[in-house]
């Protein structure tokens, strides 16, 4: 049971389009979304992140838009570069949990010069 | 800044060896942890440390001791390596406990012959 889903496995978009990565989730108690982009041979690195009062976050090209109704959130990264391909994750946490991070299987985003 | 240092990067072990992967952060971070990442799926948390002198089980603690040395490092053993394993251990560490931002390091890689 994946409390945590993201739904494509990877995703290729060509340069310059807008990439949407998708995520939804169980528990209506997660409270705090983070993603976390990962290169090949590094650790993930967070990128952005929101919280379920709000239902739109913008940092630069990265923009998450959140659903608290449908419990789901994505990831629209506009203007795509090939230096966006990496993998990233959405996670999800509640503050009864004291935030112990529940991860998605991650999408691997390919970006076509 | 800070960095986070894995040791070894590659481990090759046999079937039923015990083995100890190794994670020193310079981040001055209270809390640490330990995450498997197999390939296609999440990262699964092992076990973490809120503070110097703590120790928590995770989700996959079963097969897996771990030590908080001192403030900086923390360390992970699998007890009895099991045939074909193969996966990435990533050792994080936060300010504190409880939604900080987690920084990674760039991963252990065991093979289990």
């Not at chain 2, 251990?89 to 760039?106: R, T």
């Amino acid at each position: 049971q994946q409390q945590v889903r993201q739904s494509s496995q990877s995703l290729t978009v060509w340069e310059g389009e807008t990439a949407i990565l998708n995520c939804s989730y169980e528990n209506s108690a997660f409270d705090y979304f983070p993603w976390y982009q990962q290169f090949p041979g590094e650790g993930p690195a967070l990128l952005i992140a929101i919280r379920s009062v709000s239902d739109k976050k913008e940092d630069g090209r990265f923009t998450i838009f959140f659903n608290k109704r449908e419990k789901n959130l994505s990831l629209h990264i506009k203007d795509s570069q090939p230096g966006d391909s990496a993998t990233y994750f959405c996670a999800a946490s509640r503050r009864d949990s004291n935030y112990q991070l529940i991860w998605g299987s991650g999408t691997k985003l390919i970006i076509k010069p | 800044g800070g960095i986070i240092t894995q040791t070894p990067k590659f481990l090759i072990g046999q079937e039923g060896q015990k083995l100890t992967l190794k994670c020193q952060q310079n981040f001055n971070h209270d809390t640490m942890y330990w995450y498997r990442q197999d390939s296609g799926k999440g990262l699964r948390l092992i076990y973490y440390s809120i503070t110097e002198n703590d120790l928590q089980k995770g989700d996959l603690s079963e097969g897996y001791d771990a030590s908080r040395e001192k403030k900086s490092s923390f360390s992970l053993t699998v007890t009895s390596a099991q045939k074909n394993e193969m996966a990435v251990f990533l050792c994080a560490s936060s300010i504190n406990w409880g939604g900080a931002e987690q920084y990674f390091g760039p991963g252990t890689r065991l093979t289990v012959l």
